[in-house]
């Protein structure tokens, strides 16, 4: 990272400008070891349904892409085909892990000037993509490690998902779980690196930090990190940056830079209208979620006031309960779901809640705090 954005801890970015339009997330691209398998995984555990793919059958010689959607989320999960593919490198620092954040603009040359133009590296210069359902302009920019993101133009397509991949339609579609959308996408970042990256996306996409998490509000006796909440203007995309503080023993967010080998994305929020459903759903096909110890609970009616969930419901689940101003929200997260302890997903309904379960963070930090001694990485 270059030293031309400004260091300081105070530093905030009250009001967002949105300078290039943008509608939500468009997709998140995985580099994986073995995309069949992963495609697996993501239908069979997580309910996500088949869309699209391209490889060796549509053309493509060095790569394979599974397209799997729920709701409005998106996901593209990609294995190298050939040894002198650059996606090894990835593969062999990082592990399985997010490359693309991709975002759904009005325009996608303008999105790179605009970003390019404020100190963004590029990445992809704007490209035109066609086939015979129309086409898209593609254009991206380097963020933090080797994570990117690509500006998405889609309002001339018609087609699946993007020029290049054809229909996927297995036989084996198990369904749904009631993800809707990506709430948030988080990024892990290397020591005092958080206003680095707060300021990279005030500056080159005109984000406001929504809040500021400090090593007083996550800490436990142990461990701590700092996060800020960057958002565009409209709240469709919201990235939340952690680094890690010091504390007496080693922060979770360190672990992540350590087996990552780096900065990168560290977890996805995915939305629900049910999470009870969703999350005995997710349980039954085999996804695993942090322990959350049982007293938890008795506390959690101090904090969040009657709501109509059944907490002995909640507590048997383990899902969280946090309240702010505007409402509450419920929210669990999986154990990570790579070999590396990296990545993982949290599963959250909000009830007019904005917030980030910032009353979680204790309960919550002391239960991965539980799963670090067991792996000796705490
Ligand atoms: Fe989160």
């Known amino acids: 990272m270059s030293t031309e954005y400004q260091e300081g801890f105070d530093v905030v970015f009250p009001e967002a400008d949105d300078f290039i339009p943008m509608n939500g997330t468009d997709y998140v691209e995985?580099?994986?070891?073995?995309?069949?398998?992963?495609?697996?995984?993501?239908?069979?555990?997580?309910?996500?349904?088949?869309?699209?793919?391209?490889?060796?059958?549509?053309?493509?010689?060095?790569?394979?892409?599974?397209?799997?959607?729920?709701?409005?989320?998106?996901?593209?999960?990609?294995?190298?085909l050939t040894k002198d593919s650059p996606i090894n490198e990835h593969l062999r620092r990082h592990g399985d892990g997010v490359k693309v954040v991709a975002i759904w603009v009005d325009d996608a040359t303008q999105a790179y000037e605009e970003t390019t133009k404020r100190g963004a590296r590029s990445y992809m210069k704007p490209s035109k993509e066609e086939d015979k359902n129309g086409h898209v302009v593609r254009s991206g920019i380097h963020t933090y490690g080797d994570t990117v993101h690509i500006f998405v133009e889609r309002s001339e397509y018609k087609g699946l998902f993007l020029p290049g991949y054809e229909a996927w339609n297995p036989d084996y579609k198990p369904e749904s779980v009631g993800l809707k959308y990506i709430d948030h996408m988080v990024g892990n970042v290397g020591w005092n690196e958080m206003n680095t990256w707060a300021e990279f996306y005030a500056r080159t996409m005109g984000f406001c930090n929504l809040?500021?998490?400090?090593?007083?509000?996550?800490?436990?006796?142990?461990?701590?990190?700092?996060?800020?909440?960057?958002?565009?203007?409209?709240?469709?995309?919201?990235?939340?940056?952690n680094e890690p503080a010091e504390g007496l023993k080693k922060s979770q967010i360190e672990e992540y830079l350590d087996f990552y080998d780096g900065?990168?994305?560290?977890?996805?929020?995915?939305?629900?209208?049910?999470?009870?459903?969703?999350?005995?759903?997710?349980?039954?096909?085999?996804?695993?979620?942090?322990?959350?110890p049982g007293n938890y609970y008795d506390t959690v009616g101090d904090r969040v006031g009657n709501i109509p969930e059944d907490i002995a419901v909640l507590k048997e689940h383990g899902i969280l309960v946090d309240r702010d101003?505007?409402?509450?929200?419920?929210?669990?997260?999986?154990?990570?779901?790579?070999?590396?302890?990296?990545?993982?997903?949290?599963?959250?309904?909000?009830?007019?809640?904005?917030?980030?379960?910032?009353?979680?963070?204790?309960?919550?930090?002391?239960?991965?705090?539980?799963?670090?001694?067991?792996?000796?990485?705490?």
Do not use: C, W
């Open 263 to 292: 900065a990168g994305v560290q977890h996805m929020a995915l939305a629900t209208d049910d999470i009870i459903d969703t999350v005995v759903k997710l349980k039954a096909r085999g996804i695993e979620f942090l322990y959350v």
């Open 211 to 241: 809040v500021t998490f400090d090593d007083k509000d996550i800490s436990t006796n142990f461990t701590a990190l700092m996060s800020k909440v960057m958002s565009n203007g409209n709240g469709r995309i919201k990235f939340p940056i």
């Open 30 to 80: 995985f580099y994986v070891g073995n995309a069949k398998q992963a495609a697996h995984f993501y239908q069979s555990a997580m309910g996500f349904q088949p869309l699209a793919y391209a490889g060796l059958e549509t053309g493509v010689k060095d790569r394979t892409s599974y397209v799997l959607m729920q709701d409005k989320i998106r996901l593209v999960l990609t294995a190298p």
């Open 325 to 378: 101003d505007e409402g509450y929200l419920l929210q669990i997260f999986t154990r990570p779901v790579e070999d590396r302890p990296t990545l993982f997903y949290e599963i959250i309904q909000r009830k007019g809640a904005q917030s980030f379960g910032k009353g979680n963070f204790k309960a919550l930090f002391e239960a991965i705090e539980a799963e670090q001694a067991k792996r000796g990485t705490l």
